[in-house]
Each structure stands twice: as C-alpha cells, then as structure tokens.
C-alpha cells in the first residue's frame, strides 16, 4: 500500500472560528456583515472562477442591483486583438506580458459606472473579473482557483476569459493563460491584497471554503515559517508509464501516468487546515505573500515573487521516449519570449529496469547541418530521425544523477522515473524530433526545430558531456553514518543540488535560501527543528518537501520503518 500523501494539509492556528464551509455558512457570514441601507458587496474573481455559479447563490442575499464586471471588459475578437502581440501566432509559445488587467476593460465605461455606483439605493453586488475595478465596497470579498483546475475545466468545455472558444484545442486554451491571463490576474490580485476581507477558495464544485482576511494572511505566515508540501497532480500522456501509479496510489484504471508534479508553486497549491477545514489554496499566493520567509532575500532580490526550482516526475515504465527536445539559452529565452532565465535541468533517476537510457547531447564530429536536415525532413514527412547518429545514447540505473544545461539536447528513455530538477519556466521545451508519435488530442505534436536549431550546443559533445553531465558527483563530507554529495548542477545553472546518504540523522543549512528536498530512498523521514521553531514532519517515499530559508537550520532523521536504516535526500537550493 502505498504512504505517498496525496492531499497533505497544513494545520493553521488560532483561526479556527474564521472560517466557513458552503453556500449556507458563507451567505449567513456576509449577511451578518451588511449593516447600513447602503451597501455595497465586491465579489472579485480571478480568471477562470465560476462567476455564474457564485451568481446563483449570492442572489439568495436579495441585491437591489446587481453588477457584472466582466460585461465592462473587452469581449471576443477586440479582446484576442488586444492580447495578440503577445500570444503570437505560434501554437504553443507566446510572449511574457507585463500588462495590467484594467487595460482589458473599456476606460470610459469603467469611469461612468464608477461615478454611478455610489448613487445606487439599497444592496449592490458587483461581480466577476477584476470586479474591484469598479469600487472596492464595502465589503471585498476575492474568489480564487488553482491553475490545474483551470486547465481540467478547459478539458470539460469552460472557455478562456470572455471570448467564446469552448471547442479550441487545450494546448490554445493554456497559451492563452499562461502567457496572458493568469499574469493579469496575479498582478490585479497582488495589487488587491490589501484590500480583501474575505477569501473564497471554489476549486470544487458548489463545495467552497470561505476564511477572513486574517486568517488567511496568517495562516501563509504560519506556513512561510515551517516545512510543507504542495498539494500534488497527475496527468496521463502519450509516453506515460505505470510507475506512478503503484507508488503514489494513483487512479489503476487510467492508462498511464506521465507527469507527477509535487514541487511546482506556480501550478500547485497548498491546503490550509482551520480546525476541519481545509482550504485549497495556490501556492504561488504564499511567494507573493511571504517571499523573504520563503525564498530568501538574495534569491528574492535576484527572482522577485517567483519561485526558481521545480522538482516534478517525468514516468516512462512500461510507457516510450520522451520527445528529443532542447531547452533555450538565457540570452534566447529573454530575447525572445521575454522571460529573465531559462530552464536549466536535470534528471535524477528514481527508478530504472535493465534497458533504462537517456539521450543527452551530439555525438562528436557530427554533420550539424545534416543533423538540422534530417530533423526538419522527418517533420515534414514523418520519416523517422535517426537519433542514435547522432544523439548520445547512455545507459541509466537508478540514482545516476544527468545534468542538462540549457542548449544541450536530451530525453529520457522508456522504463526510466526521473525526478526532474529544474528552474521554473518549465513551458519553453523546443521539440525537435518525437518518434512519429501523434498527441493525445490527435495532432502532430507541437515541433520547434526553427527555434531549437538556433540553441543547440554542439559543443556538449561525447566527450563533454561524460566529463561534465554523468554523475558529475563531488563529495562534501563523509562520515560514520552520513555522507553529503554535490551532484550538480553546472555553471550556467543557479541551482544546487546535494544527496545527502545517512541511516541516523543529518543537520541541513538552508545557505539562506528556499530547499526543496525528495526523499529518494527509504521509507520514511521526519524534519525536525533544532530550536523549536516548527513542529516535527514527517515525509513519505518520492515526497517532495520544502523548507522556507528563513528556518536556517533544521534535521532530518530516520523513523517508522526506516529508522536506523539507509536512506536518502535529494536537496536543491539557489546558490
């Protein structure tokens, strides 16, 4: 049976009384806050809540006049117009953004309601998108989602934010929100912060959960001071496997497992637990909130309200090869696509049968342009790439440690779990060749050997590349009963990583800086402070945890089953 934790909670005190579950206890809270004739309700929504849902049951309050925000927007073919230098026409890579969502809304209309608003007699709600562009009320309440509830309610029809594509392909459907949308909408709720009193949380269906701003706000204080884990998903793909599957107790009747993300802020959440509430909320909210606690000040200063390393699974058992892929070179990446770093990476083997392998940079004294031909020939007509001419093909075994500069070529084999280690703008991957295979939607999928072709390195050659990217391991320190390694990354990368071996304890530093950790071997392993500042947490097998930097020191150590045995760590951290 499987220990994986799939929804782990954060307990949060002394905040018990401030939270709501249900239409019921939520519309009897708010009515109980109505206190004058005159009064105004702000339910602002972020881009992909379900406004008309929220709709139907606040009307159970008796508004006097009811406002729609989204209706003061800019609607279908203005609207793309508007966003389309940025989404471009590419299918699946746009351009980062630095809009604001009030430059989506009609100006003139905005400023004639505004002056309006304050006449109305009697109760007004104004709702929907960036509803508080209006008039923030008297009360503000601010109805949020995660990103990967976004995206499964773009697989069930729901559109992007008012324009009428319920039928476009998923992969339109999340360009769309992530080059766009969602950026305006975390600006426009960052701006807000302030100003809320009441959060609503509606990942689920005619289920929400609804806690005051203090509660809120604290409890991602309370988090940003102890070690946590992010709420984790799984989705299928055409490579998937069925490793997954057995060690996270996943769903046995899906056909495979390809992705498992667990470390990811910027599309996982987090549940904060109010006696027997549980709160889902994104965990980006917690960087925005409470950056220097969580990230560091240096790696603050450096990334701003991001979060830079990214652990998620990558699961080939019994599935196929990822697609040949290159990720692009900062300079590349800030040029083009405006984004200030790129995606260095690397694979940390979890799991591997006899013929595992991974692809990783050119073979020596290859035809580059031969190379680029081939590629673009299979594209255009579907003959298959010899890959093994000239790509390095190398055996993988678990716990072997890859390391993939940006520019370098790589993918993992079949029958291989790689717990990838990353920065985080994980959406530039530069397909360049992907076995003949068709996507889930029954496309081609996505190829980009015109932008691939411009990063490649072609000096992480043969030679280079056994030298400086197979486990490229240094020891730190060893001892009776640990050892501390560095296996990475390279120096183009900013991240660190350290396996630590050990079957008694280990004391961590966090080098002033956000960990993120997995426990790659064992069972079991509890995190302790040193000084009391955080209650002991345990973690299961291929959990990803992690621990602020302000919590300067901690330990782990072996217990349940794996007390007094070997296990280990896999850490990484901003140098």
């Known amino acids: 049976m499987s220990s994986y934790n799939l929804y782990p909670k954060i307990n949060i005190k002394g905040y018990d009384n401030d939270a709501f579950l249900g239409y019921e206890n939520i519309l009897k809270e708010i009515e109980n806050k109505i206190n004058k004739d005159n009064f105004i309700v702000v339910l602002d929504c972020y881009i992909g809540v379900d406004s008309e849902e929220l709709l139907e049951k606040f009307k159970n309050l008796n508004f006097d006049n009811i406002i729609f925000s989204d209706d003061y927007a800019l609607k ?30 009609i100006n003139e209309n905005l400023e004639k309601l505004k002056n309006e608003i304050s006449n109305l007699k009697g109760k007004t709600l104004v709702y929907g998108v960036g509803a508080s562009l209006i008039t923030t009320g008297d009360l503000y309440i601010y109805a949020d989602i995660s990103r990967w509830e976004i995206q499964l309610r773009y697989r069930k029809g729901m559109t992007n934010w008012n324009v ?100 990811v802020p910027e599309e996982n959440s987090i549940i904060l637990k109010y006696g027997n509430i549980c709160f889902e909320t994104p965990a980006i909210n917690l960087v925005f909130c409470e950056p220097i606690n969580l990230l560091g000040e240096r790696v603050y200063a450096r990334f701003g309200k991001e979060f830079p390393i ?36 690397s694979y940390y083997i979890l799991d591997a049968k006899e013929d595992s392998v991974v692809y990783l940079g050119v073979k020596e004294n290859i035809d ?51 717990l990838e280690i990353s920065a985080t703008p994980y959406i530039f991957t530069f397909k360049l060749w992907d076995w003949g295979r068709l996507g889930s939607d029954g496309l081609p999928r996505p190829i980009h050997i015109e932008h691939g072709e411009k990063v490649i390195n072609y000096n992480a050659d043969t030679k280079w590349v056994y030298e400086n990217l197979v486990n490229h391991i240094k020891p730190i320190y060893e001892g009776e009963d640990y050892k501390e390694e560095s296996t990475g990354l390279s120096n183009r990368h900013s991240i660190e990583t350290r396996r630590h071996i050990f079957e008694n304890e280990v004391i961590h530093n966090t080098y002033g800086s956000v960990n993120v950790l997995n426990l790659v071997e064992g069972e079991e392993v509890t995190i302790e402070s040193l000084n009391g500042e955080f209650e002991p947490f345990v973690v299961h097998y291929a959990e990803t945890f992690i621990i602020p930097a302000c919590i300067q020191q901690y330990k782990i150590k072996t217990s349940g089953n794996s007390k007094g045995k070997k296990v280990a760590t896999i850490k990484a951290y901003i140098r």
């Open 310 to 345: 990214r652990f998620d699974f990558l699961d080939t058992m019994e599935g196929g090869n990822l697609s040949l892929q290159v990720h692009p070179l900062t300079e590349y990446i800030q040029e083009t696509f405006g984004m200030h770093y790129t995606q260095d990476e």
């Open 76 to 105: 279908e073919d203005k609207l793309t117009e508007k966003m389309q230098d940025y989404l471009t026409d590419d299918r699946v890579f746009g351009i980062m953004n630095t809009k604001k969502l009030r430059e989506f809304f």
């Open 164 to 263: 009428s594509n319920s039928d476009a392909p998923i992969l339109e459907k999340y360009k769309r929100g992530y080059f766009m949308e969602w950026r305006i909408a975390d600006r426009h709720k960052i701006e807000n912060f302030e100003n809320f009193n009441y959060i609503i949380d509606t990942n689920v269906k005619n289920e929400p959960k609804m806690v005051t701003k203090d509660a809120f706000f604290n409890g991602l204080l309370q988090v940003s001071k102890q070690p946590f884990r992010l709420v984790p998903y799984f989705d299928s793909g055409v490579w998937g496997g069925q490793w997954l599957k057995e060690v996270c107790g996943l769903d046995k009747e899906r056909e495979n497992f390809a992705w498992g993300f667990d470390g």
């Open 368 to 418: 580059k342009e031969q190379m680029i031909k081939d590629l673009k020939e299979s594209q255009k007509t579907g003959k298959p790439f010899d890959a093994e001419k000239y790509i390095n093909k190398i055996d993988a075994k678990k716990h072997d440690h890859f390391l993939i500069p940006a520019g370098t070529i790589h993918c993992s084999g079949k029958n291989t779990v790689v």
